[in-house]
């Protein structure tokens, strides 16, 4: 397989910032990227994580900061001289041209010898699978076939780095699957180092290597899919990692590691995340942490309200006395009106901090 | 209708249902009032003006006024007036608006001022540019004066009066239109598609070659044709800063003097076929040609 990316150490991002008239769409983004490493910028809509890959991309200028790869900065050069490549959220196909022809596109543009080019671009065709597609035109492909074309383009060029801006956004649930383990299958048989943003916790985990969170421009935090899914660093980021219910109490009761939160009739002891001491804390349970009947620790009297059934189990909403929704997931079978005793853990149990600081909103360069 | 009655062994749908399939349903009715509007304000003039083409005043068969126009000089030479006036103008009035909204294409400060600006002249109306045209290029004026002034040249150019003045007058308010109509089918073609060439290595001559001006071309192929029209029924113009009984006698001239000046309404009518059988030719022209290229979406996906 010649089709391979190029080598070097490491892509460096030293506090990167892009505002907006006076908005920081990001924030002094610091990250460090080896060769071969698949990173996931991870954060809802507005959070900057576009914004960060058009920066690296070049095809927006920085405010602050610079990039480097190895000892060359390049956050000055246009993006048809950094020879990263891109897969767009809409693909971005050439409707004019066919498959091939879009996939040659850069190496025509980079004046590859045409012996040479036909032979890489129907490596690349190979590659993702399209070969009986190579004459059509972008419009005659479904979306996921569409999608190919796109990866292939952007590798046809073994940049050493790959950029993807949420590429399987626009397709449906299957068809995402299917393209989510292509993904990871290309970055493996490559070896591309590949940038990916995404909105989906779910992608971002199965396919990075390292996973940073960002919000509101600024980042919260950077680490492996493991790491940020079961140490999650803050109150926002559990709230990303599926950390559903959040319960703001008073704390009663704090040691080092361990920290007891109480209010309301219900008394929570959990794990002090935020070395918190005193004052108002944040209880972060996950639904699927819950287990209902056994009363062990951490007991709750919830109210059943909505049940929806899943096959294996069923994602329930209840309702404690005091009126806060419960969300947990349960194998047994539950009806609205019934009443049941939730219990959980006090390992899984997170305390945070109730506020994370709130991110600069000026550019910081 | 006729199903409601339900007809249970039939195998044919529904009148209705198969008249909806290709598309024929009484929304089409609205297209009524349109086209009797079509029929008497356009078709029956057309037609009638087609009749009279051939049944000449003078006698002499119906084909008569036709020899005239191509037998005699003085009226076939309009014919090469006009197109030596309404081609060019086109062609300059496309390949400016190029670059203009080319570069405009992208909001900026500014912007809405610049394009008003590039806008203003349709509204002035031909007369209006005509007098601007005599103030600023006639021998005495503006343009020649300071000329002279510089020593840059010995005697005034002539800019008026002539086939030049009309070629100005008809870029200044022809130009609006093909500027909008490119600036239109410009912002039609998705933004992306020229940031995924930049990412791979294609600087700005190769994305406006490869990518942005084959998508363009099916829409300047109809600015084009457009602007041609526009030139071609040139008239007030060829009068007011043309030299209307020489060098710009164009067509519409030729016209307007048989019908409204001679009475001979039938010649008028002739030359005023001739006048669309060559406009229609060159549109046909260019239509084939824009036939052969990619027609399809010029947007993303999603």
Known sequence: ?365 | MTAATGQPTATRPALRHRLAERGIDRALLLLVPGLIFIAVLFLYPFLYGVGLSFSPQQGGGPFANYRKFFDDPYLRNTLWTTFRLALPAALINVLASIPMAYKLRRPFRGKRTLTTLLVVPITLGTVLTAEGLLEYLAPAGWLNKTLLALHLIDQPIELVHNYWGVLFSLIITGFPFAFLLTMSYLSGIDPTLESAAATLGAGWRERFRFITLPLLAPGLAITFCLSFVLAFSVFPSAFLVGDPSGRTRVISIAAYHAALEQFDFSLGSTIAVIMTVAMLIVIAAVLAWRGTLYKGASGGKG
């Not at chain 1, 924030?27 to 900057?48: K, M, N, Q, R, Y």
């Not at chain 1, 590859?112 to 419009?139: C, M, T, W, Y």
């Not at chain 1, 349960?330 to 600081?357: H, I, K, N």
Request: glycine residues 10%; charged residues 25%.
């Open chain 1, 1 to 365: 397989m010649t089709v391979r990316a190029r080598q070097f150490d490491e892509l460096r991002l030293d506090g990167v910032s892009r505002s907006y008239g006076g908005h920081a769409a990001l924030a002094g983004l610091d990250l460090t990227i080896g060769c071969g490493e698949f990173v996931a910028l991870l954060g809802p809509s507005g959070c900057g994580k576009t914004t960060a890959l058009n920066c690296v991309a070049g095809l927006l200028p920085l405010s602050g900061g610079s990039i480097w790869l190895d000892d060359k900065r390049i956050d000055g050069l246009p993006p048809e001289r950094r020879d990263f490549g891109m897969v767009f959220q809409n693909y971005a196909l050439f409707p004019h041209m066919s498959v091939r022809r879009n996939i040659a596109f850069g190496l025509r543009m980079h004046k590859v010898p045409k012996a040479e080019r036909d032979r890489r671009v129907e490596e690349a065709i190979s590659l993702v699978q399209l070969n009986e597609h190579a004459a059509k035109f972008p419009g005659q492909l479904s979306g996921g076939q569409q999608q190919r074309v796109a990866i292939a383009r952007a590798v046809a060029l073994q940049p050493p780095l790959v950029l993807m801006d949420e590429p399987l956004s626009n397709l449906d649930a299957t068809l995402r699957l299917e393209m989510r383990t292509e993904i990871r299958r290309l970055h493996q048989t490559l070896g591309l180092t590949t940038v990916y943003v995404t909105h989906d916790q779910e992608e971002a985990l199965s396919l990075a290597d390292r996973l940073v969170v960002l919000r509101a421009g600024s980042v919260q935090q950077i680490g492996t899919p493991e790491e940020v899914y079961a140490h999650p660093a803050n109150r926002y980021v559990a709230g990303f990692m599926g950390y559903r219910n959040m319960f703001e109490l008073d704390v009663i009761e704090s040691e080092q590691a361990r920290v007891v939160l109480g209010g309301d009739g219900l008394k929570l002891r959990g794990v002090n995340c935020e070395a918190i001491s005193s004052g108002r804390a944040v209880a972060a349970i996950r639904p699927e942490d819950f287990v209902v009947g056994k009363a062990i620790a951490n007991r709750l009297e919830v109210g059943v309200e909505v049940v929806e059934y899943h096959g294996r189990d069923q994602s329930v909403q209840g309702r404690l006395r005091t009126g806060e929704a419960v969300h947990f997931r349960t194998d047994q079978r539950l009806a609205p009106g019934d009443d049941v005793t939730l219990s959980v853990p006090e390992e899984r149990v997170l305390v945070f901090s109730p506020d994370t600081p709130p991110p600069p909103t000026e550019a910081s360069g």
